[in-house]
């Protein structure tokens, strides 16, 4: 089992900036994907960034631009950096990890953002 605990959410406002955290533990070897999802009220929830055993990033196109995710492989965490924040941007954000060889991920209890108008 892969624990994950997030942390950074709160309430800012439409313009400002967030940066979430997440760290991993348990039985952390043979992760390769680590990345953040999001579901908002009513919503199912999405994919919004995600890094990969080499490095590789990608983001949804909602978020391009405005969201960074990055890894540290040795103390396994993964961040997520949030500018230009809008208010569909609310939701709680979840960390997962993916473990190889079967691709079973693992899901954060999550952390809510609030982007006020």
């Known amino acids: 089992q892969v624990q994950l605990m997030e942390s950074g959410g709160g309430v800012v406002q439409a313009g400002g900036s967030l940066r979430l955290s997440c760290a991993a533990s348990?039985?952390?070897?043979?992760?390769?994907?680590m990345g953040w999802g999001r579901q908002a009220p009513g919503k199912q929830r999405e994919v919004v960034a995600s890094?990969?055993?080499?490095?590789?990033?990608i983001s949804a196109d909602s978020v391009k631009g405005r969201f960074t995710i990055s890894r540290d492989y040795a103390k396994n965490t993964v961040d997520l950096q949030m500018i230009n924040l809008e208010p569909d941007d609310t939701a709680v954000y979840y960390c997962?990890?993916?473990?190889?060889?079967?691709?079973?991920?693992?899901w954060g209890q999550g952390t809510q953002v609030t982007v006020s108008s």
């Open positions: 348990g039985s952390t070897a043979g992760i390769n994907v």
């Open positions: 890094i990969g055993s080499g490095g590789s990033a």
């Open positions: 997962y990890a993916t473990k190889a060889p079967w691709g079973i991920r693992f």
